[in-house]
């Protein structure tokens, strides 16, 4: 799989063969820190997203009849072959997307657990006998959906494609992957090296790749081709809205993981130092790029002024600078168009009355650490991509839970307390998919059901929510010999 930098990759995976885009067309992938080109990649199009859904139904009745064993054998495969080549794999993470080392060793080793659960995936009871009144022998039998198109973004790309398939395939259905133009080779074509490598039949999983800004007609084609029975979708709200509309037109399936705007409460009673390593660690890990990321720290006022000076503190230790050093914690921004976004949001939201406590300058393509006091609400209400969070005072816990739930997000949060009893009460009134107490928002394990609700979308990557993502439930019956009708 070793596809060294600058080099052109084999093409796109399409029917377990490398191929050149239709148009023949390619564009340069770049570093987001040195700005250098890392790989020249296949510009697809839709022509080719229409090939990869023709070769993905093509091999879908074969692979749904195939054995959980042979299903099992693959994935098991798979992790083996992407630990071996974890090095590599963690170098294109950091030259492709800026990740840090810490960030691509999670990855890493997510994924892993990933696929091995989805070995076992492949032998889980999918349905249940159901008593019926007519002495018929009643199934609810869950079987794959067909096709199922893939769209990922390119912020923790190797986790957020490699969830993106693997349920959906370890359940036996076929894939079209779409990975984002930011991430073509580690969240896309990688997957066509690992899998062929591990025994994937030809046409199961299958990879289009584009070119920046040609995103639109390869989605257009997977939601309107009728081939394809079901969407799953992680990036943001604005895209994912458009895809659930066309979804709707198309009365077609669709999964939608989106952004947030995390809360992260921190209690009277909470350990400072504790508190204070979470609130860094949510808010900055990935610069901040992660849908799940503390962007909101609310903190209740009795030890508001230890706290904000304690963070303030340790996030100017935070080192930033290049991603390939080990130690760095804070690397680029994806592009420099992410890096005038962020900017231009700090900087409106100075204007509207915040104050900048720590950080707030870019350099290069790194944008600092940055703590914000008295952010508008239009700030605080949105989602920022980036390293900055926005820092709350407030009189006590109920109002922590208003100001918590003040956003049109809801995806990920977290409450630090030293009484666990009440932080699971107050866990219970906060309106996201995903609530942790006594943790920062940002986590997240293969056999979890994963998701949002109000504008982080809807549907559950991970786990047994996956076979309800997946598949289709059908009920069939069977009775022996005849029985009367009554004419
Ligand atoms: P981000 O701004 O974080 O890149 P996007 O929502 O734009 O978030 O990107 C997430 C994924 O959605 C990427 O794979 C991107 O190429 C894809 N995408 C962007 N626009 C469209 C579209 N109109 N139809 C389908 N996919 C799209």
Redesign the pocket.
Known sequence: MTVTAAETVRGLHIGGQWTEASGGKTFDDHDPFTGEVVATVPAGSREDAKRAIHAAAQASRGWAQSPPAERQRVFLQAADRLEAGSDDVASWLTRETGSTFGFSMFQLQFVAGLFRQAAALAYRPLGEIIPSDTGAFAMGIRRPVGVVGA?????AALILSARSFASPIALGNTVVL?????SPYVGGLLWGDIFSEAGLPDGVLNIVT?APGE??P???E?VENPDVRVIN????T???R??AEAAGRNLKRVLLELGGSNPLIILADADLESAVNAAAFGSFLHQGQICMSARRIIVEQPIADDFVERLVEKTRTLKAGDPKEPDTIIGPL?TDEAVATVKSRVDDAVAKGAKVLVGGEAEGPVYGATLLADAPDEFTSAET?GPVAAIEVVGDADEAVARANATTYGLSAGIITSDPDRGLSLAQQIESGIVHVNDQPVADEPQMPFGGVKGSGYGRFGGAAAIDEFTDLHWVTVRSGTHPFPF
């Open positions: 769209i990922a973004p390119w912020n779409k990975p984002s133009e930011h584009h995103a639109g390869i989605g257009d997977l979708f992680t990036g943001s604005e895209t994912g458009t895809l994806i991509f």
